[in-house]
């Protein structure tokens, strides 16, 4: 029988990775939208472990709560919860900045996350067991010109994982957050609505994280000893110094 960890946002990029990474030594449930996707990511892992898929918005309150509360009994002892599903939309100066993708950033990043967790902490708390990862972002502690709601959903997300970290300390929860810098993943093209060539700018110049990476790190966190707990971890490109530093190569940008 092996732990049994929750990925938000496994059909792309870090939480993709993390399912990847994390196949070997936990039974995973995997959640997303895009049901396809969970689908080929569940039958590839399929050989190394048991999978789970869960279908749905973590906007959507009751249908996040139907989900978790919906599976079988023997998968509702999640050991490990990663709360990785999220997105910047859109990159614009405040006063230019669109309602929607503002709402969208704080309903994902933040009221997401909080959904999931309140639909699973609980019975970490009543067990006395549990680990929850918060992927945050550099974004969250270094804001950047037009990253205004973005990086305050990250900042909000830096300030809640401190938060659930007093709160579920009595019960031995740990609780940790990493922060990426730029990682290589689906990101800018949710970020630019599809615009892959401004996507790809992103990253030109430089090497940048791969989900991959990130993945390495978070597997590492979730497996350490149950008295060390890697509470906050900042990870970032060896190019990267800071959210607006990053050192490019002018001649293939
Ligand atoms: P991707 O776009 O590759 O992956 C985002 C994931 O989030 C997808 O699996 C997507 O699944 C899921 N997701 C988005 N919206 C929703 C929703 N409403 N309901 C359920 N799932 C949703 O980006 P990354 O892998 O880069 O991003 C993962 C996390 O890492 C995010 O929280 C991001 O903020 C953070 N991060 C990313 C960095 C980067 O440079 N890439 C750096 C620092 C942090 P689906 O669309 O199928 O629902
Ligand atoms: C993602 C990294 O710098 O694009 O959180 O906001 S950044």
Partial sequence: MKPIALI??????????????????????????????????????????????????????????????????????????????????????????????????????????????KAIVPDMVHRKKGHIINIGSIAGIDVYPKGNVYCASKSAVDALTRGMRQDLNEYGIKVSEIKPGLVKTEFSKVRFKGDTTRAERVYKGFSPLSAQDVAEVISFMITRPAHVNIADLLLLPTAQAGSTIVYKDQASI
Wanted: include cysteine; charge should be negative.
């Fill in 8 to 117: 938000t946002g496994a059909t792309s990029g870090i939480g993709k990775a993390s399912a990847q990474a994390l196949a070997s030594d936990f039974f995973l449930i995997l959640c997303g939208r895009r049901r396809e996707r969970l689908e080929a990511l569940a039958n590839e892992l399929q050989v190394k472990t048991d999978v789970q898929i869960l279908n749905f918005d973590v906007r959507d309150k009751e249908d996040v709560f139907k989900n978790i509360d919906g599976l079988p009994s023997a998968w509702k002892d999640i050991d490990v919860l990663i709360n990785n599903a999220g997105n910047a939309h859109g990159l614009s100066s405040f006063h230019d900045g669109s309602l929607d993708d503002w709402e969208a950033m704080i309903d994902i990043n933040l009221k997401g996350l909080l959904y999931v967790s």
